[in-house]
């Protein structure tokens, strides 16, 4: 299980890599667009395999490992575009060799801009003229930064003996007590592990794969089901909530009647997502402190007043920078924290994780096109609006949440007891 996780997760760090080296020598933009698909499904990888890891390994203490995880994501998102920055030009990066091109490029961006042009296919993007060099720079340098987490994940799976070139050594000669003493030991450890290996695969703990069986499946109560379902909606209701925030904040701060400036209004995606790092840094020694459903109520409470507030005050200007730094800290910690909830409840079998993992990567993408879709036909005064609704929802489905808890938790303790009871009278009709 281990070599598993493992693995996949240097080659999902390596095709990152890789495709950061690739990615400025894509002129095609079917290419781009596969590459990109590669990289984004090479991430998701790793974030399910790293939650998974954490959840099983730590259980109980799993919560501040899971805030220390996510803050390192966070401050990847908001240190990369740092990164980049120097590297990117303020002009096109392809320019072009004539009138030809030029004009080309100027019907698109009319026709992009809703202007009189309808028929968009019949101009192509210039594919030939002099492509700057700064922009390829800038993924080839991402590439280098990202290329010692392979290199780290393969010295762990070097160290933990689970490659085949540690076996190259072979070990000192032993006497021949020594030998049969250690064949010994060795044998009664082997079964050892080979019955808790058992134990383990019983409970789901044998596979990525075991709680998606159908005989793994059979004998759960609704209350099982209910709670992969809601946790899941949660996470596809917040993080879709961070998606379209972070995607449309800019669009509604330059729009009316808001109607600021260009580079005041691009302050606040970065404000946004360092909030949500600073969150999820105080979040640690909160989460050492207080339950993950506690940590939970107050942050999608805070989630809805402030999204409330900020539809008050949608004239201030000032209480938009305000609000952008509250929306980023309630919603930094909701994940880490539904993920070892959830866990918690279903006795940390991993299988929960990969549904919250993939439902808030869902939800990040459908709703953010979604949000975009009713800011362009109704305004941006709906961009708000969306967001509160969302929200409204996403609590909701967290009181759901908490009522197959009590489901769950009551099943649980049913069969506790009756446990005893058929112990009990297995031992009595045993003859005397």
Known sequence: MLLC?????????????????????CHNVLLLAVAMAIAGLAMGVIDTIANIQLVKIYQKDSAVFLQALHFFIGFGALVSPLIADPFLSETNCVVGNGTE???????LRNALAGGPVHNVSQYQLPVEGEVITQVSYAFWIMALINLPVPLAVFMLMYRERLIPCCMISSPRLLDRDELAIETQGKDKEKDKQESESEDLESIGHGDLFSCCRKNALQGFPPS??????????????????????????????????????HKSAGYLASIFWAAITVGRLASIPLSYRFQPVRLLLVNLAGVIITLLLLLIFYMSSVFLFVGTCLLGLFLSSIFP????????????????????????GMGEMVLQVLVGSIIHSQGSYSFLLSGMIIGCIGFSLFFGLLFFHRMHKNYQTG????????????LESLPQ
């Open 101 to 107: 091109n030029s004009t080309a490029m100027e019907h």
């Open 337 to 360: 924290c539904m993920v070892a909830f959830t866990e918690d409840i279903l006795d940390y079998q991993g299988c929960a994780t990969t549904v919250l993992v993939t439902s808030a």
């Open 5 to 25: 996780a493992l693995s996949a997760l240097f080659l999902s760090s390596l095709i990152i890599s890789l495709v950061f080296a690739i990615i400025p020598l």
């Open 415 to 426: 069969n506790s007891k009756k446990s005893p009871m058929v112990n009990e009278s297995g």
């Open 224 to 261: 099982f089901f209910g709670i992969h379902i809601l946790g899941g909606m949660v996470l596809f209701m917040t993080d879709g909530i961070v998606g379209a925030y972070a995607g449309f904040v800019y669009t509604y701060a330059v729009s009316p009647p808001m109607s600021l400036a």
